[in-house]
T-cell receptor
Framework: EPEVTQTPSHQVTQMGQEVILRCVPI?????FYWYRQILGQKVEFLVS????????KSEIFDDQFSVERPDGSNFTLKIRSTKLEDSAMYFC????????????FGQGTRLTVV | KQEVTQIPAALSVPEGENLVLNCSFT??????LQWFRQDPGKGLTSLLL?????REQTSGRLNASLDKSSGRSTLYIAASQPGDSATYLC????????????FGKGITLSVRP
C-alpha cells in the first residue's frame, strides 16, 4: 500500500543550526503539507504546497522556515537557525484532491534542538 | 477561527465494551472530517474520512458520524480490544480541497484486558 515516507526518523541538532526534513509523498498525490506536534500539544498546521508553490501557511511558518519540491518525488522542510522551541514531531502529509482528499501522514521526524 | 475540541482527554474501559469518542468543532463550514489513530511516538494513521455531505462512515468495528450543523462528530468503537489502546484524533478540513486540517488534542484510550 502506498505510504508517505519521512527521513530521518529522529534528528538532534544544536541551537542555531539549519536542518532539512525530508518527505516522499504518495506518488500520484498533488497536495503536500507539513504539520508539527510539540510534545503534549495539538497537531498544528505549518504549510500547504501545490503546483510548486505555497498555497497556505500558518503564523508559525515565518522566514525561518521554507519548503521545496526539488524533484518529482521529494518534499522538504528547511528550518534555519533552529531554536529550542522548534523541538517537536514534524509530520508530512499528502492528498489527492481528484478523489476524496483523504490526508495520508508519514511517521514523522522527531526534531530535538539542544 | 476553527477550534476542535475532544473531551475527555483520556478514557479507560474494560475489554469488550462499546464506546463513543466525541469531537466538536466551532465552524460548520467544513470540507470533510477525518479520524486518526496515533500510537505513542508514532505517526497518524487515518481511520475514517467523512465528506461534508455524508452522515456516517464505517470500517470494520469503527463507525464515525457527522452532524455538520451542530458541529459534532462521534467515533464509535464496537467490542473494544486492548489493541485499540491509542490516542484518537479528530481533524476537520476547511472549505476547499486544499485546505488545512485543524486538529483536536485527541482522546487517549486505554482498553484493559
Amino acid at each position: 500500500e502506498p505510504e508517505v515516507t519521512q527521513t530521518p526518523s529522529h534528528q538532534v541538532t544544536q541551537m542555531g543550526q539549519e536542518v532539512i526534513l525530508r518527505c516522499v509523498p504518495i506518488s500520484n498525490h498533488l497536495y503536500f503539507y507539513w504539520y508539527r506536534q510539540i510534545l503534549g500539544q495539538k497537531v498544528e498546521f505549518l504549510v500547504s504546497f501545490y503546483n510548486n508553490e505555497i498555497s497556505e501557511k500558518s503564523e508559525i511558518f515565518d522566514d525561518q522556515f521554507s519548503v521545496e519540491r526539488p524533484d518529482g518525488s521529494n518534499f522538504t522542510l528547511k528550518i534555519r537557525s533552529t531554536k529550542l522551541e522548534d523541538s517537536a514531531m514534524y509530520f508530512c502529509a499528502s492528498s489527492d484532491s481528484r478523489t476524496n482528499t483523504e490526508a495520508f501522514f508519514g511517521q514523522g521526524t522527531r526534531l530535538t534542538v539542544v | 477561527k476553527q477550534e476542535v475540541t475532544q473531551i475527555p482527554a483520556a478514557l479507560s474501559v474494560p475489554e469488550g465494551e462499546n464506546l463513543v469518542l466525541n469531537c466538536s468543532f466551532t465552524d460548520s463550514a467544513i470540507y470533510n472530517l477525518q479520524w486518526f489513530r496515533q500510537d505513542p511516538g508514532k505517526g497518524l494513521t487515518s481511520l475514517l474520512l467523512i465528506q461534508s455531505s455524508q452522515r456516517e462512515q464505517t470500517s470494520g468495528r469503527l463507525n464515525a458520524s457527522l452532524d455538520k450543523s451542530s458541529g459534532r462528530s462521534t467515533l464509535y468503537i464496537a467490542a473494544s480490544q486492548p489493541g485499540d489502546s491509542a490516542t484518537y484524533l479528530c481533524a476537520v478540513k476547511g472549505t476547499g480541497a486544499n485546505s488545512k486540517l485543524t486538529f483536536g488534542k485527541g482522546i487517549t484510550l486505554s482498553v484493559r484486558p
